[in-house]
């Protein structure tokens, strides 16, 4: 009988498929293991935008965990779209209780579309409680100019960035250079406190980026529940997002991530 390991998303639905918790449980599926859910809000979204957000009740949050907790061996969790003080402060103290779990820390704030997935009051709670349980933080560009409160645009920036964001939270740092402007590669860097690791793509151009931050986040988080190290967990995660770029399939009006893109 196959065994595969546990991991665990918590972050909120995309209706139309392509992020947030449906991309990260089809994620977890590619990459052999069985992926469990807390759902934090449900969207109605599709690629053009996100039309509504219903924010889901912390009690009901926190029977979600105790329900996964209690009864699955969960190697590694994912969080991505958290939207509230409340709900990051919930879950900030179940993980708080459970730190043997893998974690990876999407910090969503803002959708590819524009849309604004965290509230403002929710950022101190994410820095001061959940991204230092973090085993690694995943922002990209715009998120992590919100963080460091300063803009971030040049890729001779995502060096010292990366350091700085190590600094601020002392946790290790994958700083996603996907939105640097007339850029030829898709850079990301990691550090670690120690060591800097650079993971170099091709950038693709006019591709429909919705859904790979988390794509690339739960990547990660399977790949750590399968026994990686954290470069290793990155760099494959790497190889694996860039595939399902390549290898996107058409859905109505624009295409989509393929998130099996091995079969």
Do not use: W
């Not at 889901?56 to 003080?85: H, R, W």
Request: glycine letters at 8%; charged letters at 20%.
């Amino acid at each position: 009988m196959k065994r595969f390991p546990i991991t665990l998303s918590i972050a909120g639905s995309d209706s139309g498929g392509g992020a947030g918790i449906q991309a990260d449980l089809k994620t977890f599926t590619s990459l052999s293991t069985f992926g469990t859910t807390v759902m934090t809000c449900l969207t109605a979204q599709n690629p053009d935008g996100v039309a509504a957000i219903h924010e889901v009740p912390v009690t009901f949050i926190k029977s979600q965990m105790d329900a996964v907790l209690n009864y699955f061996p969960v190697s590694a969790c994912k969080t991505g779209m958290l939207f509230s003080e409340g709900i990051i402060s919930t879950v900030s103290d179940i993980l708080s209780q459970n730190r043997k779990i893998r974690l990876v820390v999407d910090p969503v704030m803002i959708a590819t579309s524009g849309a604004k997935l965290l509230q403002d009051d929710a950022i101190e709670a994410m820095k001061s409680k959940l991204i230092p349980l973090a085993d690694i933080i995943t922002p990209n560009l715009d998120e992590a100019s919100h963080l460091l409160n300063r803009m971030i645009a040049e890729y001779d920036e995502l060096g010292t960035a990366a350091k700085e964001l190590y600094a601020m939270f002392k946790v290790p740092i994958l700083l996603k250079g996907g939105h640097l402007k007339n850029a030829k590669e898709a850079i990301d860097i990691l550090f670690d406190g120690q060591s800097m690791f650079e993971f170099k793509k091709p950038f693709i151009k006019n591709a429909n980026t919705h859904g790979t931050g988390c794509t690339y986040s739960s990547a990660i988080t399977s790949y750590l529940a399968n026994g990686l190290s954290l470069q290793e967990a990155v760099g494959r995660a790497k190889d694996y997002i860039q595939n399902c770029i390549e290898d996107s399939i058409q859905t109505g009006k624009t295409t989509h991530l393929n998130h099996f893109p091995y079969r």
